[in-house]
Every structure is written in structure tokens, then in C-alpha cells.
């Protein structure tokens, strides 16, 4: 049986000190001896959100606790419903359980993924169906369960939480790439599935801070948010999750998969935003408590 790494590493307090929970799901790079792609591990980093956890890891110094994902992207996306499945990908082209396809299949990104940005493909063969069950059942299942586990704990000890699935994205679209190939990306894209995964006040938050930092901000253009925003959110409840992206060109370069100079600034620029996140669910959790 080929060895597995761990799904995931945890920051943070243990149990929830914070209303906040951050995730980053495509921050891994330890490759599974059972990948068989016929890409290097060099390329087959196009797809990870590099440094993510690492930018956001401060926040855990203010109690926020941090779920950092440890497999690759692109050996499973764990921001995919599990019945997202890419049928062109499989030996049998049918998936014999739930299909859910998002339409990332199109792109090549489904739950495995097929292509990298690029247009590359990432196999020279067919994949059996048992063999992405058993990256399901390693990765992407304890991955999900931990996440939801969190905000679960987090909204039964505060009443409300609040939720940021943490990304980053190329700083231009490849052949693949959402909104087009060649389209240049702003600063931030806050997703909110279009505001059906937390109220527009907290998207407003987040968009005005780092607006008034002086960054480009869009909002749902083109990334809106998948899978792990869409499961664990439910407004109407008080459970808000939104989905931030960051262009890569803010703290790395994209050819080397390298920090630059600026990586340190944005870090702290980030805990800035943590820090007002956090100062708005302290007025919204008073303000909730004295209209009770």
C-alpha cells in the first residue's frame, strides 16, 4: 500500500477561542507516492495556493484557529463537492455514486483534475474508480469533516461564526483559467457566491478594509466561491463563510514558486484584516446579545 501524508495540519488553539475559522485547502505540497502523473512536482505546483497558510498564520497568535491542507491540489481539489467528478478522467467515464459536476470539469478542474492551467495535460492514462475513492477517503473526507467540525464548535460557542476559505490565484488567466485566458486579475476577488453564503455586511467588511489599504478588490469577479463556502455556510443562521483570493503578484514570483520582498508586508497587511474581522464580530456578537 503506497504511503499516505496526513490530510491536514491545524493552527491555532485547539477548541475555538475565536468567532473565526480559517481554512486554506490548496496550500499543500506533499505528493502522495501514488499521484502517477506524468508532470514534475515543479509543474504540477501550478495549481497550489503557495505560502497561503503561511500569510495568514499570525492570525492564529490572536486565537483564530487555521485548517492548512497538506496534499497537493492537484491530486485532489478539497474545494470540490465529493460527486464533482470528472468522467472524462475515469476508465469507466461513469462515476458510479452521487454525480454533481459543478462544470469545473470543462476547465479540467473537477475533484481530480485533468489539466493544469495551462491546458497540459496531467496523465497519459485513465484513472479506475477505486483509485479516486481512495483519494476521497485520505484527503479529501478529513478534510471536509475537520472543517466543518470547527465551525460547528466555533457557532455552538459564540452563536454566530464567521468563516474565510483562503485562496490565492495566478496573476493573469491561462487557457484554463476562470474569466478567460490572458485576463488580468485585480488585487483581492471576495466570493460570496453571489451573497448567498454570508450576509453583505461581513462581504462589505472585507472588501472595504482591503479597499482602504489601497488594493484593487472585486467582488464575485471571477471567482465566487465553491465547495467549501457553499457546504458550511447558512446566513439566515448566522453562520457566514466567504471565499478571498489574492493575486499571487503580491508576495511571490509565479516562475520561481518563490516569496519576494514583499511577502512580509502583506502579511501583516492580512493580520490587519483578521484584526477588523475580528473587531466586527466582537460588536456583532454584543449587538446579539442585547437585542436578546
Known amino acids: 500500500m503506497p504511503s499516505a501524508p496526513a490530510a491536514f495540519v491545524r493552527h491555532g488553539p485547539a477548541s475555538p477561542q475565536s468567532p473565526l475559522v480559517l481554512d486554506s485547502p490548496h496550500s499543500g505540497f506533499d505528493f502522495p507516492d ?15 495556493d503557495c505560502f497561503v497558510d503561511q500569510l495568514y498564520l499570525p492570525a492564529t497568535e490572536r486565537g483564530v484557529g487555521l485548517i492548512a491542507a497538506l496534499a497537493p ?3 485532489i481539489d478539497l474545494n470540490r463537492h465529493v460527486g464533482d ?6 476508465e469507466s467515464g461513469r462515476w458510479p455514486e452521487a454525480h454533481v459536476p459543478s462544470g469545473k470539469a470543462r476547465l479540467g478542474k473537477a475533484l481530480v483534475w485533468r489539466t493544469l492551467d495551462d491546458g497540459r495535460p496531467i496523465y497519459d492514462r485513465k484513472l479506475a474508480v477505486d483509485e479516486v475513492r481512495r483519494r476521497i477517503d485520505r484527503f479529501h473526507r478529513p478534510y471536509h469533516d475537520e472543517v466543518r467540525e470547527r465551525i460547528a464548535a466555533t457557532y455552538a460557542r459564540f452563536g454566530r461564526s464567521w468563516h474565510i476559505n483562503c485562496h490565492s490565484m495566478n496573476a493573469v488567466g491561462g487557457a484554463q483559467g476562470e474569466g478567460g ?15 448567498t453564503t454570508c450576509d453583505a455586511e461581513f462581504t ?22 465553491v465547495e467549501l463556502v457553499r457546504a458550511y455556510s447558512n446566513p439566515a443562521e448566522g453562520r457566514m463563510s466567504l471565499q478571498l483570493e489574492i493575486n499571487k503578484r503580491l508576495y511571490m514570483d509565479e516562475a520561481t514558486r518563490t516569496r519576494n520582498a514583499n511577502f512580509e ?28
Do not use: H, W
Not at 85 to 90: E, F, K
Open 34 to 48: 501514488d499521484f502517477g502523473s506524468i508532470l514534475s512536482e515543479f509543474d504540477l505546483r501550478e495549481g497550489e
Open 73 to 75: 491540489r492537484t491530486y
Open 181 to 195: 485566458p490572458g485576463r488580468a486579475r485585480a488585487d483581492f476577488v471576495v466570493g460570496d457566491r453571489d451573497g
Open 85 to 90: 467528478v470528472d468522467l472524462d478522467l475515469l
Open 204 to 225: 462589505e467588511l472585507v472588501r472595504s478594509t482591503l479597499a482602504g489599504m489601497g488594493y484593487d478588490v472585486r467582488v464575485n469577479d471571477p471567482y465566487k466561491g
Open 265 to 292: 508586508t502583506l502579511q501583516r497587511q492580512l493580520q490587519g484584516l483578521v484584526d477588523a474581522v475580528l473587531d466586527y464580530t466582537t460588536s456583532a456578537l454584543r449587538a446579539q446579545a442585547v437585542a436578546r
